[in-house]
Nanobody, 123 residues
Framework: QVQLVESGGGLVQAGGSLRLSCAAS????????MAWFRQALGKEREFVAA????????YYADSVKGRFAISRDNAETTVYLQMNSLKPEDTAVYYC????????????????WGHGTQVTVSS
């Protein structure tokens, strides 16, 4: 069964850091590109960061470049999102996604999604 389970969200002050984790079932993880998306209240879901299945290439939304870093541990079948210098506008539910192609430096149509983890950044 395909599963993506996010964790690590919480409440943090502006300027702080959080690390999100996405634990994937081995079948989900092996050979799949992985990504993080987020959805703020009342807004559409948006791309945050992606990493190829080899880990050789990473992609970021302009709004998080230089502050967030995506990585993966294929042995642990986990993908991470290190978030530094957090801003109130980073407040959202963060979703892990898998199985997609990269087009114009963004994931296209991820097939698998997690249920999300809430990140709240206070000012």
């Amino acid at each position: 069964q395909v599963q993506l389970v996010e964790s690590g969200g919480g409440l943090v002050q502006a300027g702080g850091s959080l690390r999100l984790s996405c634990a994937a079932s081995p079948r989900t993880f092996k050979g799949f590109n992985m990504a993080w998306f987020r959805q703020a209240l009342g807004k559409e879901r948006e791309f945050v960061a992606a990493i190829t299945w080899t880990g050789d290439s990473t992609y970021y939304a302009d709004s998080v470049k230089g502050r967030f870093a995506i990585s993966r541990d294929n042995a642990e079948t986990t993908v991470y999102l290190q978030m530094n210098s957090l801003k109130p506008e980073d407040t959202a539910v963060y979703y892990c996604a898998a199985d997609f192609t990269i087009y114009a430096s963004k994931p296209r149509a991820p097939y698998y999604w997690g249920h999300g983890t809430q990140v709240t950044v206070s000012s």
